[in-house]
């Protein structure tokens, strides 16, 4: 490919190369992780942990389709955010579901006006989240969510054998991450690494009894998705307060996912483009209150994919977008994702940890780290971590919108960031 040249984002592509590159956009992103997390955080049954997988899959593609083709008009694929998970999981466990999916309706609408007509939310971004925020931001989400996938894989009389498991799901998606790296041959084994990890790992998890597929066979292969499926909506104003916050932050790691894809493409992330793409976010939120699933957000992988391919037509994440709704709508796929053993999905999350927790140096590595730097990316991780490790009896005294927050120390974390690149004065001698 000859770099040189800016990649055309509306290049007319056949349907079916943007099938087959879309199918790759799909693979690379491992949306079903964050969906099988909640549900383990929910203690949900695998009826209604597939459910939460096929909504995810719905509402991932008909976002990916709007986003792309109506509103950001970038090739941007969407998929459920990490960041939420804590929040979530403390909402949905005192005041279920529903009171979850009724938080993104006001949030929507917030978002959406931010977004058009106010057209705010480009001034915003470009006043409170520079790189160092936004890197460190990115930073704090894989460093926080690492103690949640070793404290679950640690838990339980199986905890021996949970550790074997998830080391064997870790070693094989390294390795096939390395060899995909390594060898441009063999590069089809890290846009598969993380399936074949998992095929890999539910092998290991079946000599220790882990597995059961019975569920599979009782799926449906084709099923439409319903209003509603956990229930009736349940306006809670300290959930939509803690779920506008949380949507603030997925907005700030989401802008750096756009900037990521603007640099591969060479296209320029413009105000209105920066607008439109706010209330494409949240007409995902819309969606996800009405049919379930996790809410979903611009997906960093793309920028990937986009780079080693060389085409970033928006014709192939339409595709993809496509692909996702398709499997959605397919029960007994989601029944098949939501029977993996948790120690294989929880050794694969670890290392996902990382790579975002790098991805996060990686977009500082140009800031000069001075004293004062320093602690605008320190102890927002610092904070992050001590809201992680906070023991229960203390976040239960909390008051509740509080105690919601810390359940997501990436949200802690994030205000943080924000809060001390705005009041740290600056080193006018790094200037």
């Known amino acids: 490919m000859n770099t040189n040249q800016p990649i ?10 943007s099938l087959s590159l879309g199918a790759q956009h799909v693979l690379a992103m491992d949306l079903y992780i964050v969906p099988i997390i909640l549900a383990s955080l929910l203690s949900l049954t695998v009826a209604d942990t597939s459910s939460l997988i096929q909504m995810t899959f719905v509402v991932a593609g008909l976002a990916t389709i709007i986003q792309s083709g109506l509103l950001l008009r970038l090739p941007v694929m969407q998929g459920p955010s990490y960041i939420p998970i804590g929040a979530i999981a403390a909402i949905g466990k005192t005041l279920g579901m529903g009171a979850v999916y009724g938080a993104l309706i006001p949030v ?13 939310f480009s001034k915003v971004v470009r006043k409170l989240v520079p790189p160092i925020v936004g890197g460190t931001v990115i930073i704090v989400v894989g460093i926080s969510l690492l103690p949640v996938a070793f404290s ?10 949970n550790v074997i498991v998830a080391l064997i799901s870790i070693a094989a998606l390294c390795a096939f991450i390395l060899l995909g790296c390594l060898n441009s041959k063999l590069h089809w084994l890290r846009l598969t690494s993380v399936m074949g990890a998992i095929v890999l790992g539910t092998i290991a998890a079946s000599f220790y009894g882990m597995t059961d597929f019975s569920s599979v066979a009782q799926a449906a292969w084709f099923e439409l998705p319903t209003l509603l499926p956990f229930g009736e909506l349940v306006f809670d104003p300290i959930a939509i307060l803690t779920m506008l916050f949380i949507s603030m932050i997925v907005l700030v790691e989401t802008t750096g ?4 894809v603007s640099a591969v ?32 957000t611009g997906y960093s992988t793309n920028a990937g994919i986009i780079a080693v391919t060389g085409v970033a037509s928006r014709r192939a994440i339409i595709a993809g977008g496509a692909i996702l709704l398709l499997l959605g709508l397919m029960p007994k796929l989601t029944s098949l994702i939501a029977s993996i053993p948790q120690p294989v999905i929880l050794g694969i999350f670890t290392v996902i940890c990382v790579v975002i927790a790098m991805n996060g140096f990686r977009v500082i590595q140009n800031v000069q780290l001075t004293e004062r730097n320093m602690l605008v990316v320190g102890l927002p991780i610092m904070l992050a971590l001590g809201a992680v490790l906070m023991p229960s009896e203390l976040k239960y005294g909390l008051p509740e919108f509080l105690g919601y927050l810390v359940n997501s120390g990436i949200a802690i974390g994030a205000l943080a960031a924000v809060i001390l690149n705005f009041i740290l004065p600056h080193d006018k001698a790094a200037q």
């Open 8 to 17: 055309n984002i509306d290049e007319k592509i056949s349907i079916a190369r």
């Open 108 to 120: 929507a609408i917030i978002v959406a006006l931010l977004g058009k007509p106010l057209n705010l």
């Open 152 to 161: 679950s894989i640690y838990s339980g009389e199986q905890a021996s054998q």
């Open 257 to 260: 996912t756009w900037c990521a």
């Open 265 to 296: 493409t060479q296209v320029p992330l413009e105000d209105e483009r920066l607008n439109r793409g706010a209330t494409g976010e949240a007409v995902g939120h819309a969606i996800c209150s009405l049919l379930g699933g996790s809410p979903v």
